[in-house]
C-alpha cells in the first residue's frame, strides 16, 4: 500500500495509524477493525473509558497489573482496599499518610493523664 514517508508499522490508508493493523476505519488505538468506539488501550474495553486496561471489567482508575483488587493497587501483595497504593490493612476511606489504624504500638496512644493528677490545676502541676 502507500506507505511511503511512514514507519513501518502504519500499514492503513489512513495517515494517523501507528499501532492499529491494517483495518482501523478512523478510530483509536487497538481497535482492529471493531464497528463501534473501544477507545482503551486495549482491544476488549469496549463501553469503558480510556485508561481501563487490563483483562478484568471493574477496572476503572487502575492500569496494567491490577488482578481484581481495588482501585490504585497497582499488582500490590493482599487486598490493598484504599484509593491510594500504601494502605493495606486499612478501612477504605483512610487516605494519607497518618498511621490510622494505631497498630502494635507503633503510633502510641494519647498519653493519659493519671486521676491523681487531675485534682492538682493545671498551673501548679
Do not use: D, F, L, W
Request: hydrophobic share 15%; proline share 3%; net charge positive.
Amino acid at each position: 500500500m502507500n506507505t511511503r514517508g511512514r514507519g513501518v508499522n502504519t500499514r492503513g490508508r489512513e495517515v494517523n495509524t501507528r499501532g492499529r493493523g491494517v483495518n482501523i476505519r478512523g478510530r483509536e488505538v487497538n481497535t482492529r477493525g471493531r464497528e463501534v468506539n473501544t477507545r482503551g488501550r486495549e482491544v476488549n474495553t469496549r463501553g469503558r473509558g480510556v485508561n481501563t486496561r487490563g483483562s478484568e471489567v471493574n477496572t476503572r482508575g487502575r492500569e496494567g497489573n491490577t488482578r481484581g483488587r481495588g482501585v490504585n493497587t497497582r499488582g500490590r501483595k493482599g487486598n490493598t482496599r484504599g484509593r491510594e497504593v500504601n494502605t493495606r490493612g486499612r478501612g477504605v476511606n483512610t487516605r494519607g499518610s497518618e498511621g490510622y489504624p494505631r497498630k502494635k504500638g507503633k503510633y502510641p496512644r494519647k498519653r493519659r493523664i493519671p486521676a491523681e493528677a487531675k485534682e492538682i490545676p493545671a498551673e501548679e502541676r
